[in-house]
């Protein structure tokens, strides 16, 4: 534990950024986990509109930093093919 004050206050800040990360990253994973599930059950509508969530979540933490903008950018791509792919 730190003894100087502005390092105190830099622990705290950088504990409550690590949570605000972790729940993030774990909205995202499940958001993603979503549109592998409707597309496992070949649900055409249940995989569109959580592909349009986890879209919307991958360019929200490419955004904020939490990943690089190609990997948000090479998910989107991924998961849409899939989801293309129910409807054939």
Sequence with gaps: MPNIRSQIKSARKNEKRRERRAAQK????????????????????????????????????????LIHKNEAARRKSRLAQKVNGVTA
């Design 26 to 65: 774990s909205a995202l994973r499940t958001a993603l986990k979503s549109v592998e599930l409707a597309v496992a059950t070949n649900d055409l509508a249940a995989a569109q509109g959580a592909y349009k969530l986890a879209a919307k979540k991958l360019d929200k933490a490419a955004t904020k930093g």
